[in-house]
């Protein structure tokens, strides 16, 4: 590693402020990215499932197009 | 059964430029509100930034620059409201003339009532900011162009903002960030001019601005209408 | 003869693409993005001249990079919607078009924070960082004219057209930029470092940026699937997938 | 290409995720008079303008016509601040360059003979509808696509207008309008029920 202990790699000689900030400031953007979609997906995929158990249609099998 | 005349590009350009001169004549408050803004605006700047010419002087490039930009900004809002609210873009979007060329003739018809009265007005208001009058050929030169250039890409933004409600503001985000670099340019050369270096670059720059507007625009003009006329 | 090219892409397709490509590429992107930090933040030497500040430049120029990138994707895909009139380009733009902008504003927000210790101010009008703000201005130009629309398909021609002339004018805008800049300064550091960089500094640099491409194209699809979910609800292709599994 | 003016094979509308129409077929040929009837909201409207092209974004299947085509829409595609006269001469649409004499014989057709020099904007709402349907007195298209052309009309508009499109039919020109009233032109009109089409 280039920096002699944790403590160096923290202070950076003085720009750590900065670099660890700008890091935080990216990575958070970055997580929010890509676990939104996420969890919309999951919120429209309960939805279906609800919508479909709620009309009780049986959409697999032989049926095909769903009997509405 | 009458067949219909063929249609003569140059003569339907012709009318349609007419149509829309007289109709600025009839409504002259279209053509005098824009450089009455520009004016006031212009005279906000010596009193915010203090009376002193010297001072103006080195500013009064970029003041008359971005005023200019943002009283053709205005234009560009206005420019196909009311034909599509009466139905007129719709029949253009009809004519056997492509859409891409029966748009300029609204847009010189426009031109001519704005950005040609704008740039002969400019050394007036140049002088009001400690402008010298040898610049003045440089400046009507340029805010030629200039205004040439923004009336083209503001019309591509009025196109795409004319059917959506409130669409001024919208249209000033779309077209803002565009209007960057014919602002640059006007700047540079009056400064140049200034100076007494050469401004040829900058206009140079512009009339390239000009030419690739007049090729490339109205394609964007016209697939913006086809829009608008969808919703 | 007027007709419509066959739907290419049918949203089932492309939904069975999404579901097929992010678990293999997702895990590598998180895993790329690890390395590449911990590389450029723990491993790199240091740069004689800024010292340790440099390091930001492992997220700042990934970001702007992909930022200028994912603009002309999404100009990609609005000329496919308008050439072609896929459907599936309409999605693919809309949600490229948000991610795009958030990468403009890492790479203002870190360009910003770099400068303060390399050059003492928060806000420096360096030529990268004002075409930097611009291109900002375009994506949400974009955003805005797409939210402007009710109906969803127009907005996505509408963008597709405003995409095409804003690919157009970005270069122009850099290079008037970049003159405007010249004129005013002469050219001081180059912010992005276009002088010979160490290699030891480089790798981690091209390896971050890698990882920032696959993070852009692992969060377009996740829009994408999460947008075909909703927009198609009620079709029966997917309540058949939601059954299936 | 055939001698149809236009042939629309199962063109389906869509708004939004909404399907308005589908599989709708229609073929006109020169002399044809065609109603699109239906109830409001059926999509009348919006097959009108698909057939001129205005809308093409959300329209699916083969369309395909004459470039001549003359529409007229709801709004009365005219400027206020213009007379009757510029209105015509000027007209965006421009289909052709009609002579002072053709416009006043138009405008006196549909019943505005004196009115060539007065301002459009001063006109009550029945006479601008008929400044603008004076265009089909006009050397125009030869296929037209009218929206709704029977509002605002009294008895003797609809009847001039009535006697205008058989006139059209025979000299080898077609009309496709939208009406939800039943126009009586007799043996000639056919009348296209958009009920059949109707999405799900």
Redesign the interface.
Known sequence: MYFESLAALWDMDGHGIYVWLAYLLTMCPIIVMVWLPIKRFRQHWRWIEAESRRSGIDVGGAAGESAR | ?????D??IL??CR??T??HL??MV??PSEVINPLLFFLLVIVLFPLGLGPDPEQLSLLAPGILWVVALLSNLMICMRLFVD?L?????????????PLSI?VLPQLLASWLASGLLLSLVSPIFGLMLGLPLEVAPVLVASLLMGTAIMLLLGAVGAALTVGVQRGGILLALLILPLYVPILIAGTRALNEALQGGDPTVALALLGAGVTGGLLLAPLAIAAGV??S??L | ????IHQFGSPPWVYRFCDKVIPWLMPITIVALLVGSVWGLLFAPTDYKQGDSYRIIYIHVPAAVVALAGYYVMALAGLVSLVWRVKLADTAMRAAAPIGAAYTAIALITGAIWGKPTWGAWWVWDARITSMLILFFLYVGVIALFEAYE????AA?ACAVLTLVGTVNIPIIYKSVDWWYSLHQPASIKFTGESAIDPSMLYPLLLMIGAFYCLFAVTVLLNMRAELAW?HRDASWLKQLVQGT | MTTALLEARDLSI????RQLLKDVTLCVEPGDLWQLAGGNGIGKTSLLRSF???????V?????RC?????V??????????TPR?NL?????????PTDTEIDGALAAVGLAGYENALTARLSAGQKRRVALARLFL????LWLLDEPFTALDVAGVAVLEQRFRA?AQ???AVVFTSHQSADLGGTLSVLDLEQFRGD
């Open positions: 059964m009458t067949e219909a005349r249609i003569d003569h339907f009318s349609q007419l149509r007289m109709l009839r409504s034909d609210e009466d139905g007129s873009l719709e029949q253009l979007a009809m004519a056997r003339v029966a086809r829009v006329l969808e | 003869m007027w007709r419509i109906n969803k398909s127009a021609r927009n | 869509h708004k939004g995720l001129a092209r205005l809308a093409s974004i959300e699916y299947g083969d369309l395909s470039d001549d085509v003359l529409y829409g709801h709004s009365a595609s005219l400027k206020g601040a213009m510029q001469k000027y007209h965006p649409s421009g289909l052709c360059t050397p125009s298209g030869r059209h000299a080898g020109g």
